[in-house]
């Protein structure tokens, strides 16, 4: 009788979602002064906000003194660029997590990106419980013996992920739903409002580009019933067939990148698309770069498989994975 297999949840590519997310935690507090980040705000009182859980955070440890929670924001943009390298993620898991806490729950301008960034840098923790790699780009090892303690933490590591992905749907059609009972996505006006804002609107430099577009009927329509269709592909992606969320991971990393580019939103864009990732890659597939005639190309290949391979899972540039003997 065939043993069903589980996945290995230590690849590149939670890996490089890794990466990702520590990278736009990092850029936020690199981007941002001190006074900026710990700014009273109204109604509210003074940041650090330390009453009650947050007070666990980092930044409750420093004096109320912009100088201290100056080299305390460096500490912590020096330890996610650390992160982000990919040293020893079983060791940096858990600072990632706490640093990204400390962050959401410590400074005034708090915003989705570092919301979400906490809920992934916490779920990484389960795979990273039982990574070994010195670096989180190496390669997984096949050949692990398959002891008890293994499939356990495998088992924790994969359902993790699943978990990480089934928050990404959430996140998904939260944002689609809440969108749809306004008149303005239905009529296709909303890009409009939001191009035209002077807080949130396009950059002098790319109001050139966007501004026709906004201006234009057609144009406008289609910017902002796109955005519907990408998250709407979102939410079912676990449902589609692998070449099917090629395209739903593409479609999404454009989306964000296009948010980042006309909204400033780079932290919220880089962690999204983490998450996007790991929601729309195979789980216990690696990411490879392979030279064939000068030419680079990406290549996913599961590691491991609990289920025999799907024919529907296969795209340009995947290989398919051996059944197990």
């Known amino acids: ?44 009182g003074d940041y650090p906000s330390c009453n009650s859980t947050t007070a666990a955070s980092l930044f409750c440890l420093s004096p109320d003194d912009y100088s201290h929670l100056t080299w ?54 389960l795979p990273a419980l039982g990574d070994r790699r010195r670096w989180h780009w190496e390669q997984p090892q096949e050949q692990t013996p398959e002891t008890r303690a293994t499939r356990l933490l495998a088992l924790i590591g994969i359902s993790g992920l699943i978990t990480l992905r089934l928050q990404m749907v959430v996140v998904y059609l939260q944002a689609a739903v809440a969108k749809l009972p306004h008149a303005e996505w239905q009529d296709g006006t909303a890009m409009w409002y939001w191009g ?24 406008v329509a289609l910017m902002t019933w796109l955005p519907l269709v990408i998250e709407g592909s979102l939410v079912v992606s676990p449902l589609l067939p692998q070449w099917l ?41 690696t990411i490879r770069l392979r030279a064939d005639e000068d030419v680079a190309t990406v290549d996913t290949s599961p590691s491991q498989e609990a289920e025999p391979p799907d024919p529907d899972r296969s795209a340009p540039s995947v290989e398919q994975p051996q059944p197990s003997r």
Not at 196 to 219: C, M, R, Y
């Open 1 to 44: 009788m065939n043993k069903k297999r589980i996945p290995l949840p230590w690849t590149n590519v939670y890996g490089l979602a890794r990466t990702l997310v520590a990278l736009g935690t990092a850029g936020t507090l690199a981007a941002s002064s001190a006074e900026t980040l710990f700014r009273p705000v109204a109604t509210i």
């Open 72 to 125: 305390l924001k460096w500490l912590c943009v020096a330890a996610l660029l650390v992160i982000a390298s990919g040293w020893r993620p079983r060791i940096t898991a858990l600072p990632h997590a706490y640093i990204n806490y400390s962050v959401f729950s410590g400074i005034a301008i708090a915003d989705g990106g570092d919301q979400i960034a906490l809920i992934l840098s916490t779920l990484f923790v």
């Open 196 to 219: 035209s804002n002077l807080d949130f609107g396009p950059a002098p430099w790319l109001d050139t580009v966007v501004g026709p577009v906004i201006t234009s009927a057609l144009g």
């Open 245 to 285: 969320r090629w395209w739903a991971m593409g479609a999404g990393l454009l989306f964000h990148l296009s948010i980042a580019l006309m909204m400033g939103l780079w932290s919220f864009a880089l962690a999204m698309a983490g998450g996007i990732m790991v929601l729309c890659l195979p789980l216990g597939s």
